[in-house]
């Protein structure tokens, strides 16, 4: 047997840098061969020397095995034996005790308190371990070593190891790193019974954590610091403890907060560990409830993590190695796991929060009861909590607001990073940030921390408004506070007086920083209000109260405009981000706050005009003039709103007026760059100084963009005659209307209705011969004329009148005197043109042809005034002569049925009183004589003719009796003398019912109307009596306004929908309406409350006959030649409209029609929603009058079938009218924006309607 | 004109305009640099706030700068040059 070969003290000791009091005495060892003599090494034995010489080699296989050196298989086979020969024999009822022998060391060495044992024991475990649960065949054995030390007497030994005193290092790492070895053994087996005997196990394990590496450099991580071994026994216990055990021990309030105490002073392989095991076992486990997590997660571990944000940069790898292969910083790892904490709300500690809306209050409490309900109609300040925010809000997140509290986010962009995130996770908590950081001021100072501030706020200002302003899943019925509103758009460091300071400053970039601010606010104060009216059902609510107060709590807090004109004004022409961002808020002011823009009376005219000249003269690179450009569509853009810009008029260093210059600049510089705002702008002044006639499709400027853009470079001779014109026409545009109506006077009054022309286009054939008379030279004129061509050509393609260009094109030829140049200007002829010219004007010709062609069939067929007046003219009822005394010697019998009694009565409407008084006096008198008489009917006519008196006696003196009253007693006369007549009893109930007739009601109208006929049968007999009645009381404008007022049309124009009413009746009704135009002020009554026209144009369209058909388009022309407040009042577009309306000319016998051709409905829907229809419809939607007009429509567009029983009532239910109403209006708001296709709209709205008689 | 990439044009867009304000603020921003709290952190601080301005601009008006702009330029150019060597 070889020599045990002794070990001289090369120690684990030597060189610690530990410096303790104690003296280590070196180990001795000896080479271990065999099992059986490991076995022997390790027997017990009282002399702890002799059990430290064993334990010290066996450490050393150990050690050569966890090395992998070249005895590593040899050994392994040695401690194979070793622990085979060692294994407990299992004996029932008995507790296994694994490695006896050791056990009964450490337990004597502990009573001895032999540290040097009690250590060895320690560390030669906690490598039996590592090697066992690298080995799967060894696991279970470990398990049983493992459950040995869990036995009562070896935890009393661990936790004796752990809570040795603070020096001695020692011990106290290997115990640490022998309970982590048995907590990991077989993926965590063991680590809920560890953590269970945690009294023992863990025992001062806190304290533990707090025993740093205290040594000079740095930890190295071969030999970690108690601490850093202590916290690697927690995070393994994190990570392998189950959700319960976990829960309990996040509770341990002293373990967390010894975990993250000074975590800035940790070696970085220790924080990535820390940080790895936070974010995959506590932040990212869905298990577990965020109320544990935040027992971790506190605003002082959130501080702690915080605080790494700028942790020493050095690589931590160098050292280290292989150790840690992290790709992120320490930075970067802290900002990660922080941002998932605070922003996401399943996993992380961020909870659910109510956005704008202050932790606490329920918007929606108001909508609940109706008390409440009614309560809020005393507005915003009846709201208890509206006002209680401005220095106080209370949040859900208050951990969050805490933490974010001690961020420096203007220092470091990381942090600011962070900041933004969870604002934009819990907005709830900006308003409130701000109103705790007081200390932060915007007070303009060129400091690295005033630009970290600007960066912050401007982040801030940036930042979304969430959706519904944080309310659930709609807006709630209350809005916001304002402040806290405000508060979010202009956060409360940016002061009136720091932002108007920031402005003054002398350097550009303070201003600059804060125009950029004020830019941000303004189009987030812009989506705020937006939201605002999306939230309002309607014009008086709370929320469009809380707009217009949040309006104003805005303007007290922004600079005015004069100060943002002012530094504008300072800036050199070089600063172009400054340019284009002051000039982008000016228009932005007059975009959102239109209120306080315009107080300031700015003039723009001269700042226009100056970047006009700057962007024509610059040569600059491209992106410059492209922002230079950006600035001046800013610029025109304000113009456009500024009341006080003079765009025709000519300043005097510059050759043309801002209209031209821009005209100009737009055709021959900038077109590829400029986007649309231009030429919005110049069709926007074009259209409002009516140089030009626009359509919603299409701007009248566009002819003369194209031909300014095809022509080239034109002569400025030319463009100041354009600039001339366009003056010119601007000044006296009635002037140019009136001529071309009396250049077109000889044109078919038909077409004028329809047809565009040009006024600039008749100016300039105005000023041509003076433009000639200053004979230019040659070269100019060719060009004029080259563009004259072109201007035409364009204008032809765009759909003006051919007739009008062909009249200018010969006034020009006339005024250039040139025939040469003359044939030039000369219009394409219809066939004889180019090919070229014929495919570019195919369109307009096509139209041209088709409008002439129709025009003539159109006329042919048409009713003449005369005809109309033929058709449907009733005579007014007159007083026969001498009623006054004729008929005092007639018979009771002939007093009726001759007409004498209706004669004496329509005399009470005369306008003379004397004779009103004598027809009363009579009247009574006839009364009184009937009544006596032996006439059958003497008493009802006594009645009526008393009751006539009675309700004239008071009315007569003031003036003539109303028609409806006389024309009722004359037209009852007739009823009550036949009592076979349907009506008999209807009048015989009226006259009963009271004694007095009111002058402002209409007999009869509605028992007629509405209650059905008394008789089966006789319901369109009584209707047809209803309509000669009303279209005899129909005289005079007092009757109009009483027809209006009862809403007699409403009811006419109702009628007709109903199938079953015969031609004869409509043409009744169509007799009231021409009646009505006889009237004074009728007709615009008619159109302007009823819808008359679109009616009318209805009833055309689904018309039995041609005759009636044309009896509708005559009325049509009736009606809008008789009005005068639609003519003369209503917008050049509306007009327009109206006139097309009119002079459409009926389709003869190619009409489609409903009844006969039940497939063809859909043409006729189609043709029938015609664009300008249902602007008409929509126009004069204005009152539920409309009605009728809006169901006839939905009406007409359906293929309905006849309806199988016959209708007595009115057709049309009050429901079912107003909901048409409803719908024609809210087709009105939808179409009004649309630029094409507004048909189909109201095509929808048609067949939604038909559901409505349903 | 257009049919670039529009991250591309946003990248272009962005070192056009810190390019710019590097110019117009030259003066402004070497004060700030010799500011007594100017450390290490505060200039991608200072770099990130000025290029914070081009969130102003739309897609469409980044694209009308630096590309539009320069095509149109860069076709006036090579325009001239034509007409001179001609």
């Known amino acids: 047997m070889a020599k045990r070969k002794s070990y001289g003290g090369d120690g684990i000791h030597t060189g610690k840098k530990q410096k303790t009091n104690h003296v280590h005495e070196t180990p001795t060892s000896e080479e271990v061969y065999t099992g059986r003599q490991l076995r022997h090494l390790l027997t017990f034995e009282q002399d702890l020397h002799k059990a430290r010489h064993g334990l010290q080699s066996f450490k050393n296989v150990l050690d050569s095995i966890v090395n992998n050196d070249e005895k590593m298989s040899d050994h392994m086979q040695i401690v194979l034996d070793f622990l085979d020969s060692s294994k407990p024999r299992e004996v029932e009822d008995e507790v296994p005790v694994y490695l006896p022998d050791i056990m009964e060391t450490w337990s004597m060495a502990s009573q001895m308190n032999n540290e040097n044992v009690m250590s060895a024991v320690a560390v030669v475990l906690a490598l039996l371990l590592k090697i066992m649960s690298g080995n799967v065949d060894l696991v279970s054995h470990g398990l049983g070593i493992c459950r040995t030390l869990l036995q009562k007497r070896q935890q009393e030994l661990i936790a004796k190891n752990l809570s040795a005193d603070k020096g001695k290092d020692f011990v106290i790492s290997p115990t640490l790193r022998l309970l982590r070895e048995v907590i990991s053994l077989d993926g965590g087996a063991l680590a809920a019974p560890v953590f269970r005997a945690r009294s023992n196990t863990f025992k001062s394990l806190a304290r533990n954590m707090g025993l740093r590496y205290i040594g000079e450099g740095k930890e190295d991580p071969k030999r970690p610091s108690v601490r850093t071994n202590a916290t690697r026994l927690l995070l393994s216990s994190l990570k392998l403890l189950h959700t319960e055990a976990k829960r309990e021990l996040l509770l341990q309030k002293d373990l967390v907060a010894a975990l993250m105490r000074n975590l800035r002073d940790d070696p970085p392989y220790l924080i990535y560990e820390i940080l790895d095991i936070l974010k995959t076992s506590v932040v990212q486990d869905k298990k577990l409830a965020k109320d544990v997590k935040i027992k971790i997660l506190n605003t002082h571990s959130l501080t702690r993590i915080a605080s790494l944000y700028g942790y020493s940069k050095e690589p931590a790898n160098v050292e280290d190695g292989a150790e840690s292969n992290h790709q992120l910083s320490v930075e970067d790892a802290a900002h990660e796991i922080l941002l998932a904490t605070c922003t996401d709300s399943t996993v992380g500690i961020c909870r659910l929060e109510q956005g704008y809306y202050p932790e606490g209050i329920n918007p929606d409490a108001f909508m609940a009861d109706t008390e409440s309900a009614s309560y809020l109609d005393f507005g915003l300040d009846s709201i208890p909590w509206m006002n209680k925010f401005v220095n106080e809000i209370p949040v859900r997140n208050k951990l969050l607001a805490e933490f974010i509290d001690s961020l420096r986010p203007w220092s470091n962009t990381k942090q600011s990073e962070l900041l933004l995130a969870i604002f934009e996770a819990s907005p709830e908590l900006i308003a409130c940030y701000f109103i705790h950081k007081k200390s932060f001021t915007f007070e303009p100072k060129l400091s690295a921390t005033w630009i970290g501030y600007a960066a912050l706020l401007y982040s801030v200002v940036q930042l979304p408004i969430p959706r519904f302003f944080g309310w659930s899943n709609d807006y709630a019925a209350v809005p916001p506070p304002t402040s806290v509103v405000l508060d979010n758009i202009v956060p409360p460091p940016m002061t009136l007086k720091a932002l108007t300071k920031c402005l003054a400053n002398k350097s550009k970039l303070v201003s600059f920083y804060a125009i950029r601010l004020l830019v941000l606010a303004l189009e987030k104060l812009g989506r705020a209000l937006e939201m605002h009216r999306e939230a309002s059902s309607s014009p008086n609510s709370i929320w469009q109260e809380a707009a217009r107060r949040l309006v104003d709590d805005f303007s007290q807090r922004i600079p005015d405009l004069k100060d943002i004109i002012t530094c504008y004004r300072t800036l050199a022409d070089g600063d172009l981000l400054q340019r284009e961002a002051a000039s982008r808020l000016i228009l932005l002011y007059y975009e959102v706050i239109p209120q306080v823009a315009l107080r300031a009376k700015f003039d723009v005219s001269p700042i226009l005009l100056a970047t006009i000249q700057k962007v024509e003269a610059s040569d600059g690179e491209g992106e410059d003039i492209a922002l230079s450009l950006l600035e001046l569509e800013h610029l025109c853009a304000v113009a456009k709103y500024s009341p006080g810009m003079r765009w025709f008029a000519r300043a005097s260093d510059m050759p043309t007026s801002p209209f031209t210059t821009l005209l100009r600049l737009y055709t021959e510089k900038t077109t590829a760059l400029s986007g649309d705002t231009l030429s919005q702008v110049l069709s926007y002044v074009a259209d409002e100084f009516q140089l030009v006639e626009s359509s919603p499709e299409f701007s009248g400027l566009d002819p003369l963009i194209t031909a300014l853009k095809n022509s080239g470079k034109i002569d400025s001779i030319i463009w100041s005659f354009i600039d001339n014109c366009a003056e010119r026409c601007s000044r006296t545009a009635i002037k140019y209307l009136e001529m071309i109506e009396e250049h077109m006077a000889k044109v078919d009054a038909d077409t004028q209705g329809q047809m565009r022309a040009c006024p600039l286009l008749m100016c300039m054939v105005e000023q041509l011969p003076f433009l000639v008379s200053n004979s230019p030279e040659k070269g100019i004129l060719k060009q004029l004329a080259g563009f004259l061509r072109e201007y035409l050509r364009q204008s032809l393609v765009a759909g003006v009148d051919r007739t009008f260009l062909n009249s200018i094109s010969n006034l020009s030829i006339a005024a250039i005197g040139d025939k040469k140049l003359g044939a030039k200007i000369t219009l394409p002829k219809v066939s004889g043109a180019l090919s070229q010219d014929a495919t570019m004007l195919d369109d307009g010709l096509e139209a041209a042809t088709l409008s002439t062609k129709e025009t003539k069939e159109g006329s042919s067929i048409r009713l003449s005034p005369q005809e109309l007046e033929d058709k449907l003219a009733v005579p007014i009822l007159t007083s026969k002569e001498n009623s006054l005394l004729k008929w005092s010697s007639k018979p009771p019998e002939e007093l009726v049925e001759e007409g004498h009694a209706a004669s004496l009565i329509l005399l009470l409407s005369s306008e003379h009183a004397s004779i009103r008084k004598e027809a009363l006096t009579n009247v009574i008198k006839m009364a009184a004589k009937i009544k006596e008489s032996t006439y059958e009917e003497n008493e009802q006519i006594w009645l009526l003719l008393m009751e006539l008196s009675e309700s004239a006696k008071d009315l007569i003196t003031s003036g003539p009796l109303p028609s409806i009253l006389i024309v009722f007693a004359c037209r009852a006369l007739d009823i009550l003398k036949n009592p076979l007549y349907c009506l008999y009893e209807k009048v015989n109930l009226f006259l009963t019912s009271g004694p007095v007739w009111q002058a402002d009601k209409i007999p009869l109208m509605k028992t007629i109307l509405q209650d059905g006929p008394t008789m089966d049968g006789h319901y369109y007999t009584e209707i047809s009596w209803l309509l000669g009645f009303l279209v005899d009381s129909l005289r005079t404008p007092q009757d109009v306004a009483l027809f209006h007022q009862r809403k007699v049309y409403e009811q006419l124009f109702s009628l007709p929908v109903n199938p079953y009413m015969g031609p004869n009746l409509r043409i009744q009704v169509l007799r009231i309406l021409y009646r009505t135009t006889t009237i004074e002020g009728g007709s615009d009554t008619v159109i302007t409350r009823f819808g008359a026209m679109s009616w009318l144009v209805a009833q055309k369209t689904v018309s039995a006959d041609d005759m009636e058909e044309r009896l509708y388009q005559a009325m049509i022309r009736r009606l809008w030649e008789t009005s005068f407040k639609v003519k003369t009042q209503s917008h050049g577009e509306e007009q327009q409209e109206m006139r097309q309306v009119v002079a459409r000319p009926t389709q003869g016998n190619n009409s489609p029609r409903l009844q006969d051709e039940p497939d063809k409905a859909l043409n006729i829907k189609k043709k029938f929603i015609s664009r300008d229809q249902i602007y008409l419809l929509s126009i004069l939607a204005r009152t539920q009058t409309f009605a009728s007009a809006a169901l006839s429509t939905a009406l007409c567009a359906q293929q309905r079938p006849p309806p199988t029983t016959t209708h007595h009532h009115d057709p049309l239910r009050p429901a079912a009218v107003f909901l048409a109403v409803d719908r024609a209006c809210v087709a009105y708001e939808a179409l009004a924006p649309a630029p094409v296709g507004p048909g189909q709209t109201l095509l929808k709205f048609c067949d939604d309607s038909s559901h409505l008689e349903r | ?86």
Request: no cysteine.
């Open chain 2, 1 to 86: 004109m257009a049919g670039k990439d529009p991250k591309t044009t946003a990248a272009d867009f962005t070192s056009y305009y810190l390019q710019q304000s590097t110019k117009e603020f030259a003066e402004d921003l070497d004060k700030i640099r010799s500011a007594d709290d100017f450390k290490a952190d505060a200039l991608p601080m200072l770099i990130k706030s000025l290029q914070q301005g081009t969130s102003m601009f739309s897609a469409a008006d980044q694209q009308r700068i630096v590309v539009d702009a320069r095509q149109a330029s860069a076709a006036t150019k090579s325009a001239g040059s034509e007409k001179e060597s001609t």
